[in-house]
């Protein structure tokens, strides 16, 4: 089924796709490092064929909820030319961004287990065992989440498609969504290829990867107390103290500007300090270091 619509899509958009093509460069950089085997060319086509779908929908909705409801010439108007283009651009920012958030969540997961893969990896290589042998064994922890994944890339360049380990870690390094996996695995094949010691290199990146993320917890550790006493004294001592004054100012004078005090009261209490409240939390949440 999702071949025949990706042909489906691309026979009917491609011409689109081709015409644009510079909009859609960035995400097909993405698509690889997103693990999205879909072809480039076809999944570009696929988003604009379901925007274009979307837009057909919208406009069949629109049209049958003016019938139902009667609605005035003039709005009818404006919602039949806005609502599915509106619906057509949505469609096509979730399928233009999926790929980037994706990538974006892999190289996460990813810089939050290196320091501890890597510092497996130079446990293991001090034993002697071949790097091809390392990347096997890690590649069945899957502890290690999306990191488990890129090494079994590896297993795969070597034991399916006949690469030697080199070659096997330069492809996989040209995929990762991680710049600091890439140039591990990039160092890692250069110290092959020169006959360095790997057990030296492999010590040193791990000294080296944990160090950062040891500073990455402290930066982050420093930037929560920040963001308590922000949150202590914006989210909490504020919306009291304008609770408070607001009932004074109800006993003196109900009417501010117009507008009534308990409005405003009820506007603070129910909208204005949740908002602020989700806006905290979403910051928090984009700026979490993972552990």
Known sequence: MTKFYGKLAL??????????????????????????????????CIIVLNSFIAYIICLIGVIVFHFMFKINPYSFLVYLIFLPLIAALFVFLIGYFYPINIASSRRAKIETNLPFVVAHMGAIASSGIPPSAIFKLLSKFKEYDVLAEEMEKIVVNIEVFGLDPVSAMKEVAKRTPSEKFKQILLGLASTIESGGSVKTYLKNMSEQTLFHWRMRRERYIQQLSTSAEFYTGILIAAPLFLISLFSIMNMIEPNLGGIGILQLMKLSIYVLIPILNIMFLIFLSTTQVEI
């Open 11 to 44: 026979s009917l958009t491609s011409w689109i796709v081709d015409s644009l093509s510079e909009i859609f460069k960035p995400i097909n950089k993405e698509l690889p490092k997103a693990g999205i085997k879909t072809p480039k060319r076809v999944y570009n």
